[in-house]
């Protein structure tokens, strides 16, 4: 019979693996950035300062799967750009491999004049 302190050592590893997994997967499976606005990444909206729509695409897919586990495969396109301003949202579309398509909805949760903070449902 295995001793004790054996199988404590062995449930103790498998909870601490876990939880490391587990606390891993919760910081890179996020669904909110923060995106500086500068001459590279504004564009124009009915009149508003905007999140390019291709920085807005590009950061969410790569945020919709970050790990195997977490999300599912996407390329993401955005109709416009996100305008900088708290509460606007904007709907994403993303293509699954089997070429079905999902919609994103994107929204702004904090904007400056020079930073703004958004997130997508996945």
Known sequence: ???ARFLVGVVGGAAAVLIIGGTAT????GTEST?????DTVVTVDGHRALAPNIVAGRTQSLYHPLPWVGEKVQVSC?????????ATLTCT?????GT???IPVTVVKATDTNITWKFSR
């Open 94 to 98: 993303g293509r699954r491999t089997d």
């Open 26 to 29: 919760h910081l890179l499976s």
């Open 79 to 87: 109709p416009e750009g996100l305008k900088a301003i708290k509460g």
């Open 101 to 103: 398509t999902l919609d």
């Open 1 to 3: 019979m295995p001793d």
């Open 35 to 39: 995106t500086r606005l500068d001459v």
